[in-house]
């Protein structure tokens, strides 16, 4: 069991999305956690104080760091009050102060996680009041200590959220387009393609710029973590500051300089408007240049090469023929102007995708937000237009 006090090695779990796993589990051992161990949309891990630290700072990917407190068995909604009310939250939790409570329920015996969130939380309170006659209050924007429950049959796992606020908020996105792709995913995306963060990098439809600050936050080792006021972990009772400030001091230094060129456009004005104003915030507005274009007037600097991401609008709602004729204009303009690059496009339409004209060499499976989609991988060499026999496809 993780203690307050605890300055030697604990277990803990990074969540993130389905199908970014792999690449989660490589980022941690880059950052030197140890027995690291896939699981579904979760990797966990072991380290101390500073991997946890550098986990929440540094991880592209991550979603979460959570780390596991004790876990028990319950048979009902009594079973639960008791076991969570049972436990020693003085420990943890000053009585002046706040909490939160997220649950995730896998199970048949609850079926509402607000409702499970609310119990968990008067068992806490319940404690405290008995014990000193006051008890702590909820904060669900900043709380002291955030509680996550997960359910799954009749299993609880109680564990401390270390990131209180989803990591994909980075802190630089506070404006946004319609439908934006989420930090993590852009992060996914990127680190997925097995870029290695030189040449050109291109997004002709960039929306709020997510893709094109995500590259250059890689290409430039920025940790991503940098931009944002706090983390959960600030408010618990074994934080060390000093530490903190070492590893905060370390993400500094290992920022480096790039010749890499990122180029967005996109067709609206606002758009570009946002993309702009994020791209400032997160310290890159001299590294992107953006613009605002259709996408077929978008052209790569002359006699380059390097990598197009996009993610085009997915066309859902309209006929396929109206769809399809667009993704055939993509393909058909990335094969006459981007010759020598590698594109990667990432769609839900699979039906659009078929009159793209272009070769995959990969297909990958990522979800967007909560729509399942393809990311696909086309190496644009000279007369890339239709299918090879041998065509080599790594289905994830």
């Known amino acids: 069991?993780?203690?307050?006090?605890?300055?030697?090695?604990?277990?803990?779990?990074?969540?993130?999305?389905?199908?970014?796993?792999?690449?989660?589990?490589?980022?941690?051992?880059?950052?030197?956690?140890?027995?690291?161990?896939?699981?579904?949309?979760?990797?966990?891990?072991?380290?101390?104080?500073?991997?946890?630290?550098?986990?929440?700072?540094?991880?592209?990917?991550?979603?979460r760091i959570?780390?596991?407190?004790?876990?028990?068995?319950?048979?009902?909604?009594?079973?639960?009050?008791?076991?969570?009310?049972?436990?020693?939250?003085?420990?943890?939790?000053?009585?002046?102060?706040?909490?939160?409570?997220?649950?995730?329920?896998?199970?048949?015996?609850?079926n509402h996680s607000q409702y499970i969130s609310q119990k968990v939380k008067d068992a806490i309170v319940d404690r405290f009041r008995d014990k000193f006659g006051r008890r702590p209050s909820v904060d669900i924007a900043n709380p002291h200590l955030s509680i996550n429950i997960h359910i799954a049959k009749n299993e609880v796992k109680v564990s401390f959220d270390s990131s209180a606020e989803s990591l994909h908020r980075r802190g630089y996105r506070t404006e946004q387009t319609l439908a934006p792709i989420n930090e993590v995913t852009a992060a996914g995306m990127i680190l997925l393609t097995g870029w290695d963060g030189k040449g050109v990098f291109i997004d002709p439809m960039c929306g709020s710029g997510t893709l094109l600050i995500e590259a250059a936050l890689y290409a430039k080792n920025v940790a991503p973590g940098l931009f944002r006021e706090s983390f959960g972990f600030m408010h618990w009772k074994n934080f060390d500051n000093t530490l903190w400030d070492k590893i905060v001091t370390e993400a500094q230094n290992a920022i480096k300089e790039t010749e890499t060129?990122?180029?967005?456009?996109?067709?609206?004005?606002?758009?570009?408007?946002i993309a702009r104003a994020n791209a400032t915030r997160a310290g890159l507005d001299e590294d992107i240049r953006l613009s605002n274009k259709r996408f077929e007037e978008v052209k790569p600097p002359q006699n380059t090469t390097g990598i197009v991401i996009m993610n085009p609008p997915y066309g859902e709602r309209l006929p396929i023929e109206e769809i399809g004729a667009f993704y055939k204009q993509i393909g058909d303009k990335l094969k006459k102007d981007f010759e020598g690059y590698t594109a990667w496009i990432i769609t839900s339409n699979k039906e659009a995708l078929k009159k793209f004209g272009l070769a995959a060499s990969q297909r990958l499976t990522l979800f967007n937000g909560q729509l399942e989609c393809k990311y696909y991988k086309y190496e644009l060499y000279k007369g890339s237009r239709q299918k090879p026999k041998n065509s080599a496809i790594n289905e994830q």
Request: aromatic letters at 10%.
């Open 66 to 110: 959570l780390v596991p407190f004790t876990s028990f068995t319950v048979r009902n909604e009594k079973d639960l009050y008791e076991e969570i009310r049972r436990m020693e939250w003085e420990n943890y939790l000053d009585v002046d102060g706040t909490l939160a409570v997220n649950t995730t329920l896998s199970t048949n015996l609850f």
């Open 1 to 63: 069991m993780y203690t307050p006090n605890d300055t030697s090695e604990f277990s803990m779990l990074a969540t993130t999305q389905q199908y970014l796993e792999p690449i989660l589990m490589q980022e941690l051992q880059q950052l030197g956690a140890k027995n690291i161990n896939k699981h579904n949309r979760a990797v966990t891990f072991t380290g101390n104080l500073g991997t946890l630290y550098r986990a929440n700072l540094c991880t592209r990917t991550a979603l």
């Open 261 to 273: 060129i990122f180029i967005g456009s996109d067709k609206t004005f606002k758009a570009i408007e």
